[in-house]
């Protein structure tokens, strides 16, 4: 018994150590707000429910301002619901003894409601809990602050810099704001109260969407898929529609619900230098207007085909670089596609006509050269050791001679074709595959598209001179020896009957059933490769001529002119290019018999032995004739060997990285 009195003395005498330590403490602490215990949603709610008639304070400026009711039912269903309103309304206190229920501290200076300050605390609050990944949706607020604070609404208004043009509570009804999840009933009805809900401020522009094929859709059909204002320009991260960003951007948005449209537009030359990031072409809003688009058929349409002219002239109005459209702009078909023949018959037959071009010459002469490859190669590694050539008595007498192929002006020709070719590549791939990843470093670096248009042009005219220099040679010479020249001659590059049967002679070789064939001063290939470029040289140059005087010919051509001659132009330069990187390298450069390099085009002769073996029924010839002698030069010296071989790697490296690029970009676009 003594010893439990003497431990309730001892603990009593403990508990009373402590309490008077911790008065000091229970002094320091803030004691509870009892003015904020009292003001729970309720008792806010029983005056601002918007029952009890108007509630009006003083305003900064002296007048009644009139506050904000709070409807209970709409409060209850949104995000807020579980916030006592002074969280938000933080000046708020109780004041007991006026005859209001609370009154403003007048010590404390009035507070605006803070939404980016509290949602931002939470965020970092949550980031220091760990406890951010289990918060996607604060995130996203957090985003989208920052979003806004970049952007058109977040800046000073003119008529008032203390003010924004617009801030979060001008879009959300902070006190029953509550975005439903997609694909649910209340998000369609959410979705279409925007445009509303935006033309409480942006009163002209509701006016003219109201009126258009989008806003009669959403407002009036009720269709939650058509345009709102959000789709074009973005919730939060609102932009001035002059700037670069959203000219882009809103091209792109565009195609989300018109992709079929936006895939032919990027097809064209608008569409291409919009792809890569200029804004100077013509965009979907410059055609078909922005707030105020119509359907095509109606008569007050933009791009109605009574119209289409005038719209057409809003940028090619004859100032500056662009002139007058002509009346053929109005037929112009900036969504034509090859893919429908009744609607666009001319896009269609000329998309095909290329097509089996394309088809037709790749299937041919690259079976053509894995066949030759296959067999020149197992046909070397057969002989291995052996000598390559059969000597004769006219190659040991003429030991070390070579045979003079191409004069100067030949070569030179050559030369400039090939430069003029691959400066013509590089200037007009980045058109060409405008959303592969090296387009737009590529154009950057040629200067832009104004550049890079001059360049390429200047390149066509260079390439253009060298084809008609050559016409004009080749007729002067024919001219000079009329009486002479035999168009089906072995001199003459006039395809004839004997080249299909040397073809016929190469394939038997290929699959080992005859002998290699012999050929005369050109084989069969070789014409080829001439008489091509006559066939390019008409499809790309009148094309692009086509295209670089566009006021011209639409002054006498109707519309569709010009999606064809971008077809022929566009795939003819796409064969052209990977032609002569493939096919005309391997048969020049790469076979086994040449590789790794053939020179003759940069030094003008080969040796006598190599004569023999390439063109062995001319050297039989001349050899009969006497003739021979004639042709034999000097091999050439070994520093000019050396500069011929460096030119040639060179302009071979230009050629096989341009045809990565393409390639690159062919792969890309499909």
Known sequence: MMRLKSSLLLGGLAWLLGACLSLPALAASPAPDATLSKLDNATCLSCHDGKKGKLEIAGADGK??????????????????????????????????????????????????????????????????GTAQTKPRLERVVKNIEAYKASFHARPNADDKTKPNASCDNCHDTHSFNVPAKNTPQHDQWRLGIA?????????????????????????????????????????AITSSSVDPFKLAVTEQCGTCHEANLKTYMGTYHGQISKLGYTYTAKCYDCHGSHKILKADDPKS??????????????????????????????????????????????WVSWQIMLQLLIGTFAFFWLHTLLWFYREFKERREKAGQPHIKMDNILEKYKGKHVRRFSPIWRLAHV??????????LTGIPLFYPGSPWAVPLMTALGGPHTAGIIHRTSAVFFAGVFFWHLFYIAWRIAKNWSNFKFFGPESLVPNLQDGKDMLAMFKWFFGMGP???????????????????????????????MWLPNVFGAFLPGWVFNVA??????EAFLAVVFLFTVHFFNNHFRP????????????????????????????RLVKSGELEKYLVDAPSPAKLTAAKALAFVLIACGLTLLTLVGIGFFTSL
């Not at 109005?317 to 009346?327: F, I, N, R, T, V």
């Not at 790794?596 to 063109?615: A, I």
């Open 593 to 620: 018999d040449k590789f790794p390099v053939e020179v003759v085009m940069f030094t003008g002769t080969f040796s006598l032995e190599e004569f023999k073996h390439e063109h062995a029924l001319e050297y039989e």
């Open 566 to 571: 971008a077809i022929f132009h566009a795939e």
């Open 302 to 347: 933009m791009v109605h085909i009574n119209n289409r002219l005038k719209t057409c002239q809003s940028c090619h109005s004859g100032k500056q670089e662009l002139a007058l459209a002509p009346a053929g702009f109005a037929t112009y078909q900036p969504h034509g596609h090859a893919g429908d023949f009744d609607k666009y018959p001319q896009i």
């Open 516 to 546: 290699r064939p012999k050929f005369e001063r050109w084989t069969y290939w070789e014409k080829f490769d001439y008489w091509a470029p006559f066939w390019g040289m008409t499809i790309i140059g009148v094309s692009g001529l086509i």
């Open 416 to 425: 400039t074709f090939a430069l003029s070719l691959m400066v013509l590549t």
């Open 196 to 236: 509303n809900n935006c033309g409480s401020c942006h009163e002209d522009q509701l006016d003219d969407y109201s009126g258009s094929i989008h806003g009669k859709e959403v407002l009036e059909k009720k269709n939650v898929k058509a345009a709102v204002c959000t789709d074009c320009h973005s919730t939060h």
């Open 64 to 129: 009644a301002r009139e506050l904000h009711a709070v409807m209970p039912d709409k409060f209850g269903q949104s995000v807020h619901a579980n916030m006592r309103c002074v969280a938000c309304h933080t000046d708020i206190r109780d004041n007991a003894e006026t005859a209001n229920a609370h009154a403003k501290d007048p010590a404390l200076k009035p507070a605006k409601v803070d939404c980016a300050g509290c949602h931002q605390q939470l965020w970092e609050d949550a980031q220091k809990a």
